[in-house]
């Protein structure tokens, strides 16, 4: 019995002496741990809370346009774009915002909005959509060179044979025929590969093409 107690003791004492060895080490592997899964469901918390406000703010913001109430727009736009960056209620409230600027006649303000879509948007669709309509503004601006720039990066499939159709509406308010021709030729060749429902805009395309004339 006594030896046994004396085993035992070693034993005790083997496992004091590796607990004070490594015991340190293991607690905080917990503590890391523990703080790893409390940080995972924290920030899941966080996202999901900060996505709800964000929707709210859009809310705010869609309402304001559907009454055309310019200063609201602007309000939710600016605390879209200043509090919830990243997320795609601000993303689309700035699309949204550009386009009631424009109504409002102030084309300098629709133009910052598309341009922090185009820096900012997590969705390639919706940066190249910004990319269209700030190369629009451009155009109408008579920028010609920064229009095309908007327009330089492929787009989408979905929006490439309407890239290539501005780039000639460009290229012809710049008096480049010669590239205004090709850029049409390269739309219809996009168009012809969608589906059905787009006869009429192909139509529209058509008749600019001809009216350059033979090359």
Same mark, same amino acid.
């Given at each position: 019995m006594?030896?046994?107690?004396?085993q035992?003791q070693?034993?005790?004492?083997?496992l004091?002496?590796?607990?004070?060895?490594?015991?340190? !080490?293991?607690?905080?592997?917990?503590v !890391?741990l523990?703080?790893?899964?409390?940080?995972?469901?924290?920030?899941?918390?966080?996202?999901?809370?900060r996505?709800?406000?964000?929707?709210?703010?859009y809310?705010?913001?869609?309402?304001?346009?559907n009454?055309?109430?310019?200063?609201?727009?602007?309000?939710?736009a600016?605390?879209?774009?200043a509090?919830?960056?990243?997320?795609?209620?601000?993303?689309l409230?700035?699309? !949204?915002?550009? @386009?009631?600027?424009?109504?409002?006649?102030?084309? @300098?303000?629709?133009?910052?909005?598309l341009?922090?879509?185009?820096?900012?948007?997590?969705?390639?669709a919706?940066?190249?959509l910004?990319r269209?309509?700030?190369?629009?503004l !451009?155009l109408?601006?008579?920028a010609?060179?920064?229009?095309?720039?908007a327009?330089?990066?492929?787009?989408?499939?979905?929006?490439?044979?309407?890239f290539?159709?501005?780039?000639?509406?460009?290229?012809?308010a710049?008096?480049?025929?010669?590239?205004?021709?090709?850029?049409?030729?390269?739309?219809l060749?996009?168009?012809?590969k969608?589906?059905q429902?787009?006869a009429?805009?192909?139509s529209?395309?058509?008749?600019?093409?001809?009216?350059?004339?033979?090359?």
């Amino acid at each position: 019995m006594a030896a046994f107690d004396l085993q035992e003791q070693e034993q005790l004492d083997e496992l004091k002496d590796w607990w004070r060895k490594y015991g340190n !080490l293991i607690t905080g592997g917990v503590v !890391l741990l523990a703080v790893a899964v409390v940080g995972t469901a924290g920030w899941r918390w966080y996202q999901a809370s900060r996505a709800t406000q964000a929707s709210a703010v859009y809310g705010a913001l869609v309402q304001a346009s559907n009454a055309k109430d310019v200063a609201k727009v602007r309000q939710a736009a600016g605390e879209l774009l200043a509090g919830y960056d990243g997320t795609l209620h601000a993303d689309l409230g700035a699309l !949204l915002a550009s @386009k009631a600027e424009v109504d409002a006649n102030d084309p @300098k303000a629709a133009r910052t909005k598309l341009e922090w879509v185009v820096a900012h948007a997590a969705e390639p669709a919706l940066r190249d959509l910004a990319r269209l309509r700030l190369a629009g503004l !451009l155009l109408d601006e008579k920028a010609y060179d920064d229009a095309l720039k908007a327009l330089e990066a492929a787009p989408s499939d979905a929006l490439a044979a309407r890239f290539a159709d501005l780039r000639g509406d460009i290229h012809v308010a710049k008096g480049s025929v010669a590239d205004a021709r090709t850029a049409y030729k390269q739309a219809l060749d996009l168009l012809g590969k969608e589906e059905q429902g787009v006869a009429q805009y192909k139509s529209f395309v058509e008749l600019k093409l001809e009216a350059l004339g033979e090359a």
